[in-house]
Antibody
């Protein structure tokens, strides 16, 4: 069974940094692209970033480009999101999800973690 | 970035009703759309991918359609467990973008 567990969320001051992790199990992590999606309080889902199965390519939403960096360690089945220059607008629950695009033609975000809350406030 | 305009933003419907939600893309995105159901406090769940392919395990009352710029998600007979917020997602081009969401409420 696929299992994704996010961690690293918490309270951080504006301008600060935080590193989220997503521990994966139950599937061949190194063959899947992965994504981060967030939901701010009272708002809808927002796609944040994606990384290829090998980790060689990463893509970002305009709202986080230049501030967030997505990476992965396939030897440890772990995904990361390094977040810098955080602002109040980054307050959200952050989810990691498997991206079927690397194993199937039409893609979708099939399996999700339960999310980790990031609060940016002074 | 490609914009996904989803409508309506909310709707009230009764059990057994047929419900249709639409998404319009700001450019041609072929059939690169998936649909998600999201309930409070839970992880989102994929319902449809490739615009019209039903995800394994998802009830057949859910269906998706469309191509190019106009897409739809239909629930043929609304069930109590279907009350949730629904989102479309375009995966045609990075950055991917979600629609604003449609909250389906009990009438």
């Amino acid at each position: 069974e696929v299992h994704l567990v996010e961690s690293g969320g918490g309270l951080v001051q504006p301008g600060g940094s935080l590193r989220l992790s997503c521990a994966a199990s139950g599937f061949t992590f190194s063959t899947y692209a992965m994504d981060w999606v967030r939901q701010a309080p009272g708002k809808g889902l927002e796609w944040v970033s994606a990384i290829s199965a090998t980790g060689n390519s990463a893509y970002y939403a305009d709202s986080v480009q230049g501030r967030f960096t997505m990476s992965r360690d396939n030897s440890k089945n772990t995904l990361f999101l390094e977040m810098n220059s955080l602002a109040a607008e980054d307050t959200a629950v952050y989810y990691c999800a498997t991206d079927e695009g690397s194993v199937r033609g039409p893609t979708s975000l099939d399996c999700w973690g339960q999310g980790t809350l990031v609060t940016v406030s002074s | 970035a490609i914009q996904m305009t989803q409508s309506p933003s909310s709707l009230s419907a009764s059990v057994g009703d047929r419900v249709t939600i639409t998404c319009r893309a700001s450019q041609d995105i072929r059939n690169d759309v998936s649909w998600y159901q999201h309930k409070p406090g839970k992880a989102p769940k994929v319902l449809i991918y490739g615009a019209s392919t039903l995800q394994s395990g998802v009830p057949s009352r859910f269906s998706g359609g469309g191509s190019g710029t106009d897409f739809s998600l239909t629930i043929s007979s609304l069930q109590p467990e279907d009350y949730a917020t629904y989102y479309c997602l375009q995966d045609f081009k990075y950055p991917w973008t979600f629609g604003q969401g449609t909250k389906v409420e009990i009438k």
